[in-house]
């Protein structure tokens, strides 16, 4: 598939903010112990997601004063909002589409209806809110309503991000026991997150393929020695009829 300008963008900004953020953890003491990791997070989302497009005077994202307990609130709730909201149960869909995305094959007694397709493509997500609201602030300020939207926002920008992505450039990595979801920013297929992840699942695949070679021989052999007893066995029983004619 030849990839726009827009979407090849949308891709490299979910990579970095998959890998930077949405598929990270923290708790809070940490992070806000750290405020240049702090910054580094924010300047990552706020490229990556909002694309700057955020009010700067948005006091959930820019807590007035800015201490770091209420900056890595802030960073938190976004992530969890994304991550429990939606993130999570979207990767789980994605990895179900793209295992069946291979060609249909009709159950018996339905041939000729493939095109129909049988595995559904289409999912009512539930996006979950951190607690049972979601908050959005709301000033009077100056005698006009003005609302941050910060929180509010995070989910229609992420559903941007995602919207129009080809199924074929989002992968998991091929290291079973890893499992992380990478982007393919390129036209080169990326198998496995990290050169690690691609030799630790080669060994596996050549220990499999030996094992497989270990099993057929000690079944070959089985039967090997299966037919060799079952030949002494009637070569004693004809022994035994020569015997017996003998007396
Ligand atoms: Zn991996």
Redesign the pocket.
Known sequence: MKLTDDIKDKLERLSVLSIEFLDRQWSHGALAGNPGEMERLRTIVWENLWRGRIDPHDLDWNPDPPAPELIAKGLLYIHELLTRGIWEDFKKELKYWKATSGPTIAPPGFEGLEQYGFISKDVNLKIKFPGEFMPVRCSVEGGTIHFFRSTVDAIPAFLDLLQGLPLDHLHF???VE???F?VQTTGHARK???A??QS?QFQRIKRDTDREAFNRYHRENYHQRKELEKRQALKKMKGGKAQGTNT
């Open positions: 990595c091929g290291n890893c499992d992380r990478i496995f997150c990290s690690k992840c630790v």
